[in-house]
């Protein structure tokens, strides 16, 4: 089964709105990163985390190593946040990124 | 200005052809990666590199090789290319030393007939 598997696959938002994605590990995840690949195809750093939080604007996350997920949350959704997220998580025994297979987010206005 | 650059953006080459895609990156990392996107999918590991000379196989390397001569440059190398290899393949830097942050290139397309 997927190593990174994230939720949910796709949503369509409002904009103003909230929004929270989510990404479950099956393997020890030790670090994880958050990408947001724009309609451009360019992937942009969102967050590189140890387990904690971390706060950026109007965007926050969480990495829960002990529980196995991470979540990213959006709040106010500006039509510039459309695009696909996706997560990648680090482990002890591969210190290559395993890689979700994103959350297509479409912000309307 | 651009820390991971790709070159070229684009290509079309036909099936059997040999094909190289560069990455320059002006980080001073001494991780370098390359990976492919498929439609709907996210990034698969083909090769990386710890360092100039280094090569090491990713989760998908059949049909490719890779090459790391300086600490800037990192290429891929598709010797007979075929139409299976179509995809975006972004390049990658990372950090060393207890923190493996990667950042990426824009990507090139390639599109084998």
């Known amino acids: 089964g997927d190593k990174v598997k994230q939720s949910p696959s796709a949503l369509s938002l409002q904009e103003g709105t909230n929004s929270a994605l989510r990404c479950n590990f099956s393997?020890?995840?030790?670090?994880v990163q958050w990408f947001l690949q724009n309609p451009r195809g360019s992937l942009i750093n969102l967050f590189y985390l140890v387990p904690g939080t971390k706060e950026n604007g109007r965007l926050k996350s969480a990495f829960d190593s002990k529980e196995s997920y991470s979540t990213l949350h959006i709040r106010d959704a500006q039509l510039e946040d459309s695009g696909t997220y996706f997560c990648?998580?680090?482990?002890?025994?591969?210190?290559?990124?395993?890689w979700g297979s994103g959350t297509k987010l479409i912000i309307k206005p | 200005e651009a820390a991971v650059t790709q070159s070229p953006r684009n290509k079309v080459a036909v099936t059997g052809g040999k094909v190289t895609l560069s990455c320059n990156q002006t980080n001073n990392h001494n991780n370098m990666y390359w990976y492919r996107q498929d439609t709907g999918h996210g990034l698969r590991l083909i090769h990386y590199?710890?360092?100039?000379?280094?090569?090491e196989k990713g989760d998908i390397p059949d049909g490719y090789k890779a090459s790391r001569p300086s600490q800037e440059n990192f290429s891929l190398i598709l010797e007979l290319a075929t139409p299976s290899q179509t995809s975006v393949y972004f390049c990658a830097s990372g950090e060393t030393g207890g923190t493996y942050e990667q950042y990426f290139g824009p990507g090139t397309r390639l599109t084998v007939l």
């Open positions: 590199s710890y360092g100039a000379g280094s090569t």
């Open positions: 393997i020890a995840a030790t670090t």
């Open positions: 990648a998580a680090e482990s002890d025994s591969n210190y290559q990124l395993i």
